[in-house]
């Protein structure tokens, strides 16, 4: 059982990382405080997999495990679904020094999330995320958030759990898809700052969920890269921009495709490679990190489905909601694989040749 | 223009009081690094009498202030209007940089700062509150919340403002029955705290609007206690309990008329009455403070329209979501004028007592 620290202004809440540890959930609970009475909120396919286990194991050690299932999908983060989850929670009693256990992927990490900010002015929250993507990303650095029918992620707050608890195990029943999507945030925290774990996933069969002590180290690694970024700047005045890399065009790209046809995670791997152009035709990334991210990220999206971009509206949506659609953009590029600087003069130029550029690559 | 400062864990947020201040406001805007678009939440009632004074300030100033006015009363405090109003300010295009102004008495602030705390994971939130019981109670101490079919305030979040803003002369044109109810919590903090505040009522034409410094000094008074109490424990962890002397008994009452025919701080009013008739019981207040409190209680409150109660349901309501019906429990009860003592042992018969004496008092 790892420990990392997520070290934040005024406190600080650990992450737990281990293979085949959910038998060491219930002492861990009970060192944080967490006291008997606990709503578990996690989706119907997750609930099939580990709900049985995870209730199980808590009642043995005396815990009172209420349970609330919700479909998959994204659309679960809509205030409807909120305003259900408050009234069940009413009914189950939970009280204000009691805990909401978030049991799933991003979906669930951020919709029961808000629900714990939000409910009685804020109760306990434990994260035990079961995807990668959750499990190296949307788990740690206390940002939840529902959606508006005009985007994603508009209603939220920052909200701290307790402790994160990340079973590697749980990944060996993910689809490969979805694996495919926690390695792109993965190869992000490689760039970024971790040359290490471009070494791993460079000379493994990944993606593959078979081996996982290599997915345990990645796991680490990039837990350690994101808790070190968020202890920086939780609030997202600037440093946290870092982690936004891949995600202005990759976002564009979800967008253009109506969120549909592609994942988040296969459009951020795209568009990390997009950004890596633009920083290599600046003349800010050599050419030989940048030729290795290719390699590394063509060898992990061989398998996305779609790959049929529509120029303009990816522009368009990278653009939207600012005023002059040529203006410029921030942003924060690799000068070589673990180290970034911040630009604030983008162009729109330079955004249009990126995406000519991933057409050309992914066709 | 005075200034308490509301100091709390990694920082503060002051509190503006004088009269006659709405021309300075843009001013303090700026000294606060209020950006040119705000967005500006109040009611029809409160529009009707300030909100194109403090548009045209705004504007002079160089501000671009976008309103959105919502029909007065606590329904409004719903999710809903809250969803509603984030459709507002996403067309409105308020950005995460920018502004919320609550511009109201206690029920715009709970609803602005609710959709300030989570509007884009939050928004910059300033509190003008336009009522006595806002300007000492409810803007200040980081409490936002909205209310569930099931009951008050059940979703909130801890939320703290840029500053607050408030000017007495809003309350030349607050009708009667809202300054007594904002007076509920004056002489409450006057009872825990202030002795100032009660020689201050004692000696007055209290309530009346008319003397506007006798309320500039109540209100900068209770803003002094508040702020302390706030400072020593925001999130309320057992300190910030102090603030609920009458409230105990005052929600019974309340939800006993089912939040109808009684305003808020009246029922509180009374409530304040009932629980220091409990601490002069058990002997723990002296018996000349106890009568001073009920002289001034009820010179306060004689107009109180309906005074006819239930025994058994404000019990009820009281016990409310415990499991055993005779349960013990914890309040501050005065000592003194000025001082209060935490007791964890209130029983049933006490309160039983507690009610059949303000039954008595008030026929």
Same mark, same amino acid.
């Given at each position: 059982l790892r420990r990392i620290i997520v070290k934040v202004r005024d406190g600080g809440y650990p992450i737990y990382i281990g293979s085949g540890i959910l038998e060491k959930f219930p002492a861990v609970c009970e060192k944080h405080g967490i006291r008997s009475h606990v709503v578990i909120i996690t989706d119907r396919i997750v609930a099939g997999i580990y709900l049985d286990g995870l209730v199980g194991i808590m009642r043995d050690a005396g815990f009172r495990p209420d349970v609330i299932i919700i479909p998959p999908g994204?659309?679960?983060?809509?205030?409807?679904?909120?305003?259900?989850?408050?009234?069940?929670?009413?009914?189950?009693?939970?009280?204000?020094?009691?805990?909401?256990?978030?049991?799933? $992927?991003?979906?669930? $990490?951020?919709?029961?999330?808000?629900?714990?900010?939000?409910?009685?002015? $804020?109760?306990?929250?434990?994260y035990v995320p079961t995807t990668l993507l959750a499990q190296v990303d949307s788990s740690i650095g206390g940002k939840v958030a529902i959606n508006h029918k005009f985007g994603k992620n508009l209603i939220g707050a920052f909200y701290r759990p307790v402790f994160i608890f990340s079973d590697i195990e749980t990944l060996k029943t993910l689809p490969r898809r979805e694996l495919i999507c926690g390695l792109g945030e993965v190869v992000?925290?490689?760039?970024?700052?971790?040359?290490?774990?471009?070494?791993?996933?460079?000379?493994?069969?990944?993606?593959?969920?078979?081996?996982?002590?290599?997915?345990?180290?990645?796991?680490?690694?990039?837990?350690?890269?994101?808790?070190?970024?968020?202890?920086?700047d939780e609030r997202e005045r600037k440093y946290r921009m870092i982690l936004n890399f891949g995600?202005?065009?990759?976002?564009?790209?979800?967008?253009?495709?109506?969120?549909?046809?592609?994942?988040?995670?296969?459009?951020?791997l795209i568009g990390i490679l997009?950004?890596?152009?633009?920083?290599?035709?600046?003349?800010?990334l050599p050419k030989v990190d940048f030729e290795r991210i290719?390699?590394?990220?063509l060898k992990i999206s061989?398998?996305?489905?779609?790959?049929?971009?529509d120029k303009n509206s990816i522009?368009?949506?990278?653009?939207l909601d600012k005023k002059i659609m040529n203006q410029r953009l921030n942003m924060f590029l690799p000068v070589r694989i673990g180290m970034m600087r911040f630009f604030d003069d983008i162009s729109f130029r330079e955004l249009s040749m990126a995406i000519d550029y991933i057409k050309e690559v992914f066709f």
């Open positions: 994204e659309s679960q983060k809509s205030i409807s679904r909120v305003a259900r989850i408050y009234t069940e929670l009413i009914k189950m009693k939970l009280r204000r020094d009691e805990t909401i256990i978030a049991l799933g $992927g991003g979906v669930i $990490g951020d919709l029961a999330g808000f629900v714990a900010a939000t409910y009685l002015r $804020g109760v306990n929250l434990v992000k925290y490689g760039i970024i700052m971790k040359k290490d774990i471009l070494d791993i996933i460079e000379d493994r069969d990944v993606p593959s969920g078979d081996n996982l002590k290599i997915y345990r180290k990645l796991v680490e690694h990039s837990a350690n890269v994101k808790s070190y970024v968020v202890s920086r995600h202005t065009i990759g976002h564009g790209i979800e967008a253009s495709l109506n969120y549909k046809k592609l994942k988040h995670g296969e459009a951020i997009a950004e890596s152009f633009i920083s290599v035709k600046r003349g800010v290719k390699k590394i990220i061989k398998e996305i489905p779609h790959k049929e971009f522009l368009k949506h990278i653009y």
